[in-house]
Antibody
Framework: QVQLVESGGGVVQPGRSLRLSCAAA????????IHWVRQAPGKGLEWVAV????????YYADSVKGRFTISRDNSKNTLYLQINSLRAEDTAVYYC??????????????WGQGTMVTVSS | QSALTQPASVSGSPGQSITISCTGT?????????VSWYQQHPGKAPKLIIY???NRPSGVSNRFSGSKSGNTASLTISGLQDEDEADYYC??????????FGGGTKVTVL
């Protein structure tokens, strides 16, 4: 079954760091670009970052540039998001999503169930 | 403030058709045929329903259709059903190698 499963969320104090993971199954992970998208409670979706299939290209939303780092380990079929200097406004459900093959940039056809990050003292 | 502008809410009766607009700029919606639409039910992950302006992924109902004119894209849901009640988001690729989201539209089936 094609799926993405996020983990690593939790309650974290402001200023601390956190690493989210996204485990892929059911498809050839190393051939797909993967994105992170977040959704603050009761708010809309916000694109965070994307990494190419081989990890050579990475792009970030201006709102997270410099604090967030996207990476992947194709040998483990896993995507990561390192979040540093956490702020209250980073509180959100974080989704990983697969970029659709055979479509223009950047349609996201498979999504995980999300992992909740709460930044609070 | 979201990069793309959508109406906050749209409603319709079962069987009717509704259209949701998504307005951007020449740097995103107007500059590329890379608009996608997502459906999100409460507490669930988004689901891709339209990509590249008007293409439907396999398994998505043909009651969903997409189009674009200038800087505005549109999603039409025909034959509205109870299960269509959800939030809908548009996205567009932007020239800065980023992805712009609309603010979302809540669809209510009356």
């Amino acid at each position: 079954q094609v799926q993405l499963v996020e983990s690593g969320g939790g309650v974290v104090q402001p200023g601390r760091s956190l690493r989210l993971s996204c485990a892929a199954a059911g498809f050839t992970f190393s051939t797909y670009a993967i994105h992170w998208v977040r959704q603050a409670p009761g708010k809309g979706l916000e694109w965070v970052a994307v990494i190419s299939n081989d990890g050579s290209n990475k792009y970030y939303a201006d709102s997270v540039k410099g604090r967030f780092t996207i990476s992947r380990d194709n040998s483990k079929n896993t995507l990561y998001l390192q979040i540093n200097s956490l702020r209250a406004e980073d509180t959100a459900v974080y989704y990983c999503a697969r970029q659709k093959e055979g479509a223009g940039p950047w349609a996201l056809d498979i999504w995980g169930q999300g992992t909740m990050v709460t930044v609070s003292s | 403030q979201s990069a793309l502008t959508q109406p906050a809410s749209v409603s319709g009766s079962p069987g009717q058709s509704i259209t949701i607009s998504c307005t951007g700029t020449n740097s995103d919606v107007g500059g590329y045929d890379y608009v996608s639409w997502y459906q999100q039910h409460p507490g669930k992950a988004p689901k891709l329903i339209i990509y590249d302006v008007s293409n439907r992924p396999s398994g998505v109902s043909n009651r969903f259709s997409g189009s674009k004119s200038g800087n505005t894209a549109s999603l039409t849901i025909s034959g509205l059903q109870d299960e269509d009640e959800a939030d809908y988001y548009c996205t567009s690729y932007r020239h800065t190698s980023s992805l712009a989201f609309g603010g979302g539209t809540k669809v209510t089936v009356l």
